[in-house]
C-alpha cells in the first residue's frame, strides 16, 4: 500500500463526525427536553404549581415531540436535513437564550442586600407593588395560584420586611397587603429595570408604529380577557 492510500485510511471519515454532531446534539436536546421531569418537585415548591399542572405540560411536550416527526420528514426531504437539523438547533438554543433573559437578576439595592429572592417572591412583590394594598383571594387570582401558595410567598415578605399586612377598614374580616413604605423606592427600580428595554423600543418607533402597536396589544388584551371568562365561570 503506497503512503498516500495509507495515509487516507488512516484519516478520520467524514461519517464519523456527522455521527458524533448527531449524538450530541440528540444528548442535549433530549436532556433538555426531559428536565422537567425530575424538577417537579422543586417547580412546585419554586413557582407554586401544581403537581397536574407540570405534568399536564410534560405530557404536552412529548404528546408534540411525537406528533412532530411525520412533519420533520418532510422538511428534511424539502430542504435537507443540514437546514432542518440547524433550524431546529437555533431555535433551541434561542429558547435557552430567552430563558436566561428573562429571569434578569434584580438592580443592587442596599435594602434588598442579602434578602434570599427567587423568581416567585419578586412576581409577587411587583404584583403586591402594582396593585397594592391587595386582598390575599384577589392577589391569588392575579398570580393564578392556589390561595396557600400566595399566603406563603407573602409571608416570606412580610417576615423579610418588603410587605405590610393590615385590615380592610371597610371589612374587618379581609386582610390587605401593601408594598412597605421604606422599600417603594427599591420595587419602583425593579419595575424601571423591567421596563428599560421596552421604553427603548418605542422610542425608537415612529408615533404611529407606537400607537398601532398599542392597540394590538390593547386587542390581544381584550381578547385573552375574553377567553379567560368561561374558564372563571366554570370554575366558579
Request: aromatic letters at 4%; glycine letters at 8%.
Amino acid at each position: 500500500m503506497s503512503p498516500t492510500a495509507r495515509q487516507a485510511s488512516e484519516r478520520l471519515h467524514y461519517g464519523w463526525v456527522v455521527v458524533g454532531i448527531t449524538f450530541l446534539a440528540l444528548m442535549v436536546t433530549a436532556g433538555m427536553r426531559s428536565s422537567p421531569t425530575v424538577l417537579i418537585v422543586p417547580l412546585e415548591e419554586e413557582f407554586g404549581w401544581s403537581r397536574a399542572n407540570i405534568s399536564g405540560a410534560i405530557a404536552a411536550q412529548l404528546m408534540v415531540y411525537g406528533l412532530i416527526g411525520p412533519f420533520a420528514a418532510g422538511l428534511m426531504e424539502r430542504f435537507g436535513i443540514r437546514r432542518t437539523m440547524g433550524c431546529a438547533l437555533l431555535l433551541i438554543a434561542l429558547g435557552a437564550v430567552v430563558k436566561r433573559i428573562k429571569h434578569r437578576p434584580i438592580p443592587e439595592s442596599p435594602g434588598l442586600h442579602g434578602v434570599p429572592f427567587a423568581p416567585r417572591h419578586v412576581s409577587m412583590l411587583l404584583q403586591i407593588g402594582q396593585d397594592g394594598p391587595i386582598g390575599m383571594s384577589e392577589l391569588a387570582e392575579r398570580m393564578q395560584v392556589s390561595l396557600a401558595t400566595a399566603s406563603q410567598v407573602v409571608g416570606d415578605l412580610e417576615t423579610w420586611g418588603l410587605v405590610v399586612r393590615e385590615t380592610d377598614a371597610n371589612d374587618r374580616r379581609r386582610t390587605l397587603t401593601s408594598v412597605a413604605p421604606q422599600h417603594r423606592a427599591h420595587v419602583r427600580a425593579i419595575f424601571e429595570q423591567r421596563l428599560r428595554p421596552l421604553d427603548r423600543t418605542l422610542r425608537r418607533l415612529e408615533p404611529d408604529q407606537r400607537a398601532g402597536l398599542i392597540q394590538g396589544l390593547l386587542a390581544l388584551a381584550e381578547e385573552l380577557d375574553r377567553a379567560a371568562a368561561p374558564a372563571k365561570e366554570t370554575a366558579r
